[in-house]
């Protein structure tokens, strides 16, 4: 199944300033989540961004707050999105029947939102360069789980060129000229 920009929304889970020091390639996945987050911006696809407890994690990184519309920030409590009302709500509102998820912790928020995510009969597809945990092995073992539970792993640049669909148009040469290198 391809991922359509019209069915789909990107998810960001997590990505708080004060967590990052200690995410394994933590800086790498920031600048892959802002890639991803523009080129979502680009071809309306709707962005949503949640935050874990922000009170005490702090906000999420600074460098993707101005590639984040304010408007889908989300904070929450619980690990799973899916679990917090307010997320869920929210998430429920934009009607995806698709979800690109990107974030951390890969083993905890970004894990349990996904398998949600999928239990509410949702296509999941997971961002393999934009998720990590503070522990690599949690991580892969994170992505072995998502496998197994039929989520989708893919790579930034498989969700670009899925949500462009077709390299006949302005939106395509845009894209190539200032994204794809």
């Known amino acids: 199944m391809l991922i359509q920009p019209n069915k789909s929304c990107l998810l960001v889970v997590d990505l708080q300033e004060k967590l990052l020091p200690a995410i394994h390639e933590g800086e790498a996945v920031v600048e892959n989540t802002r890639w991803l987050a523009e080129i979502a911006n680009h071809l309306s696809v709707p962005v949503l961004t949640s935050e874990q407890y922000p009170q005490g994690l702090g906000g999420t990184a600074t460098s993707l707050l101005d590639v984040l519309p304010a408007e889908g920030f989300m904070e929450k409590m619980a690990f799973s999105c899916m679990?917090?009302?307010?997320?869920?709500?929210?998430?429920?509102?934009l009607r995806p029947s698709q979800v690109v998820v990107v974030g951390t912790e890969s083993h905890v928020c970004v894990l349990q939102t996904c398998l949600q995510l999928k239990q509410q009969a949702r296509e999941v597809y997971v961002v393999e360069?934009?998720?990590?945990?503070?522990?690599?092995?949690?991580?892969?073992l994170a992505l072995e789980r998502m496998r197994q539970a039929g989520i989708y792993i893919v790579s930034r640049e498989m969700?670009?060129?899925?949500?462009?669909?077709?390299?006949?148009?302005?939106?395509?040469r845009f894209i190539s000229k200032n994204y794809l290198r």
């Open 159 to 172: 969700v670009a060129f899925e949500w462009l669909q077709t390299a006949n148009n302005e939106k395509f």
């Open 129 to 140: 360069d934009c998720v990590s945990s503070r522990n690599p092995k949690d991580k892969e």
């Open 83 to 93: 679990s917090d009302p307010g997320c869920n709500e929210k998430i429920n509102a």
